[in-house]
């Protein structure tokens, strides 16, 4: 069940991060680094979408993606239409592969160390998903920031965990 609860939970903050995209009036907006901020909402957007694939996809699901972590903060004025390609790719991504984890494999050690620290995978995802909405508030309140618009986008809504697992 906890895989079935990751993914629901990741699918939805997946297509939180879709609507935080699409709720910038303007997609140059999404680009803008005002005083103070260090990335661009396009910048968090492409961090997460390269940190999920990266941790889950392709370490855990074998996938044939590849990280470009300095990309990801230096690649600037992506489409929208493309990061919704990227988007939809850590979808399906994410999904298959939870879905191949076992409970024992949950409770051994995630295949990566970070320095000195070793975490079971469980732990590890578990920390994946904080780590993701921590961004995700983060691109709300440069989206606000930028735009001067105080709009929602649903995020992390309860109700989205409830239901079918569709990909």
Sequence with gaps: MFNTYLKRVIARDLKTLRAQVHAY???NQLWEVPAGVSNSGGT???HLIGNIR???????GGTSYVRDRPAEFSNKNIPREEIDFRIDDAIEEISAALDQVTE???SATYPLAFGDVSLDTGQFLVH?????????GQLDYHRRLVTGMNEVVGAGQI???VGSDER
């Design 25 to 27: 009036p303007d997609e």
């Design 44 to 46: 968090i957007a492409l």
């Design 54 to 60: 990266h941790f889950i996809g392709a370490q855990i």
């Design 104 to 106: 024992d494999e949950m």
């Design 128 to 136: 994946l998903t904080a780590h993701f909405a921590y961004h995700l």
């Design 159 to 161: 109700a989205a965990l």
